[in-house]
Every structure is written in structure tokens, then in C-alpha cells.
């Protein structure tokens, strides 16, 4: 059964990563926000941590210890510091991660890049920027031409971080999805930066694909392919336990806002109205924050998680808001000043819905 007591080690993780997003993250999301820049020792200070090389395999430097339920605990914990921030530190697993798990051998030598001295960032692109994109169905297609495979369509809310290598693009072969390695510098690939309502530090691209032409062995997993719904699956537990992060991150300023504000004579948190909003984002954050785990949990047990991640996505994303607004609310006035972070988590959460594959577990 799930245990709902994170091990010794876990809680060890726990509690490494929560002082790291209190001291390091936290501190420095407000102005990476206004300047629209990832603080890029805050990024080496994590890779150093090793909070993706220790779940990648041994054989390419890593620890070998690769757990979504660990993973869904470190996301929420860096998204609660801030949710670019934590985005471009879990980026290197955007590539690392499904190379590692269905890569063939020859792409499996290529993960000694994320285990090294100095932070590399991964990046996949599976969104794209049409009103029925369907993870399933990607429109971007992947034609195999003799010898190589030849790329067409268009991918948004791609991570665009400098110092990136290989770009994993997801596309329709046959009609079934695959993903395929494409680097950022091949014949006929475009990027543009996005400017999004949130995620602003974060840079994102929309990419423009247009005969792009990669050899077969860029296929994920070579001729064998890979199980990109599995990879789906960790997306949405990471972007379900991101959310939660966001959530208790709202919850807490807006708490402690509360408790400090005199109004009439008393704390602003004595009121009843007030008292019973927080009360119900505190629920509503811990029932988003199980089905996450329940979902992780599934998926380390190798066992199929597509419903249970599916629901944690929809639930958490649904929460996120309703918190991130809610803690807008009890500010007050002075929750849609710049100089508060619930502008900013409003903001970020809005994303969620939008967001896909963002972040693996």
C-alpha cells in the first residue's frame, strides 16, 4: 500500500530542499521576475545539490536513485520557493530522464553531460500552439526519408535555457507519437521567445519546425521507440506536485498576512469570512498534494498511472488557482501590488492549465 510518511531519506530530501528554496529561491524570485532572468548560480548551486544526476543512472555518473514520489517532493518544494526558478532547475530531466529510461545505448552516452561539473539544461517540446492540441496527437509530423527522418509543425512553451543541448521534440510518426532529438542549431529549426503572462524568469520558445531532417538514431530508443505516455504520466505529476507547491506557497503568505493585519482593532484572521478561506486552501491543498503522491506512487511501482496522473493534473491546477486568487483576496488592495508575491502567484498559476510536459519526475 502507500505510505503516506516519507522515508528517512526522503524526508532528509525534504528538508535539504525546503531550507535551499527558503534561502536561495525565495529570495531572489521577485526580482528574477521583474528582470526576466534565471539567477544562474541559484542553478549551478542546485546541480551541485544533485537534485536531478542523483536519479539518473551510475553508469553515466548519476546516483541511481530515481523516484516520482521523491521527485514530486522536490518539485513541490522548489515551486514553492518559485515556480521559474524550479522549472529551469528540474529542466536537465526535460531530456535526461527519458533518455535514460528508453534511450538506446548510443543516447545513453549522452547523459554524462547532466552528471558533470557545471549545470546543463534539458528541454522537450510536446505543446503545441493550437486551441486542440492533444498530447497524443501531435499535427507536427516525422516522415522517415531513407537514412534520416524529416521533422514539420510547430511546438510552444518549450524551456529555452542557454547552454542547452539536444531539443526532445515530440511528433506524430505514423500517427502514433515519438519523440526524436533535434538539435538546436539543425537546417530549418526556428525559436522564438515567448512573453507570457507568468513563468516570467522561465524562458520559454515557440518553435517553428520546417523540414528539419535528423538521423534515425535520434529516434528516442531507436527502432524500439519509446512510451511516451509513461513520460506524459511523470509530466503531470511533476506539474501536480508544482502547483501544490505554488498553492502553499500563496496559502502561507496570505495566513501570515493575515495574522499581521489590524483591521478595526483585530488581526484580519479573526474574521470569519477570512478564517474560513484559509481553512478550505488548507484542505483543498492537502487533497491535491495525495493525489499527486497516489499518482507517483503508481508510477513507481510500474504500474500504469494515466488516470491517477491525469486527475492529479486537473485537481491541482483547478486548486492552484482557487488559492492564488484566494490569497489575492485576502491582501486585499494590496494584493495586486507588485510588491507582494500573490500578484506573481497568481500569475504563475495561471499557467497550469496551459502547461504540459513542463517537468518530469
Known amino acids: 500500500m502507500i505510505d503516506f510518511q516519507p522515508t528517512d531519506e526522503q524526508q532528509l530530501v525534504i528538508d535539504t530542499v525546503r531550507q535551499f528554496a527558503q534561502n536561495e529561491v525565495r529570495p531572489q524570485a521577485r526580482d528574477c521576475d521583474e528582470s526576466k532572468k534565471l539567477p544562474e548560480k541559484v542553478l549551478e548551486q542546485a546541480h551541485e545539490l544533485g537534485l536531478v544526476a542523483n536519479a539518473l ?129 539543425a537546417k530549418g529549426l526556428a525559436a522564438e521567445r515567448e512573453k507570457n503572462m507568468g513563468i516570467l524568469a522561465l524562458p520559454t520558445a515557440e518553435l517553428t519546425l520546417t523540414g528539419v531532417r535528423v538521423p534515425a538514431a535520434a529516434r528516442l530508443g531507436g527502432d524500439a521507440g519509446a512510451d511516451l505516455r509513461r513520460v506524459l504520466n511523470q509530466g503531470r505529476v511533476a506539474l501536480a506536485a508544482m502547483a501544490v507547491g505554488v498553492a502553499r506557497a500563496a496559502f502561507e503568505v496570505a495566513r501570515d498576512y493575515a495574522k499581521e493585519r489590524i483591521v478595526f482593532g483585530v488581526p484580519v484572521a479573526t474574521k470569519q469570512a477570512i478564517a474560513f478561506k484559509l481553512a478550505d486552501m488548507s484542505i483543498e491543498i492537502d487533497a491535491a498534494r495525495l493525489l499527486a503522491w497516489e499518482a507517483a506512487w503508481k508510477l513507481d511501482q510500474g504500474q500504469d498511472a494515466t488516470r491517477e496522473a491525469l486527475l492529479a493534473k486537473r485537481q491541482a491546477q483547478r486548486i492552484v488557482m482557487e488559492v492564488t486568487d484566494g490569497a489575492v483576496q485576502v491582501f486585499g488592495g494590496h494584493g495586486y501590488i507588485r510588491d507582494y508575491l500573490p500578484e506573481m502567484h497568481l500569475r504563475n498559476a495561471r499557467g497550469f492549465a496551459s502547461f504540459e510536459a513542463l517537468a518530469l519526475v
Open 57 to 185: 543512472p551510475e553508469s553515466a555518473g548519476g546516483g541511481g536513485e530515481r523516484s516520482a514520489v521523491t521527485g514530486a517532493l522536490v518539485a513541490e518544494e522548489l515551486a514553492w520557493g518559485d515556480l521559474s526558478i524550479a522549472l529551469a532547475i528540474l529542466s536537465p530531466g526535460l531530456t535526461a530522464y527519458p533518455i535514460a529510461e528508453f534511450g538506446s545505448d548510443a543516447q545513453k552516452q549522452t547523459l554524462s553531460a547532466f552528471t558533470g561539473s557545471r549545470f546543463v539544461p534539458g528541454s522537450l517540446a510536446w505543446v503545441e500552439p493550437r486551441f486542440d492540441s492533444d498530447p497524443f496527437r501531435p499535427q507536427t509530423t516525422a516522415r522517415r526519408d531513407g537514412a534520416d527522418y524529416v521533422l514539420d509543425g510547430a511546438k510552444c512553451f518549450v524551456p529555452w535555457l542557454d547552454g542547452g543541448g539536444d531539443v526532445l521534440v515530440v511528433a506524430s510518426e505514423g500517427g502514433a507519437p515519438q519523440a526524436f532529438l533535434v538539435p538546436r542549431d
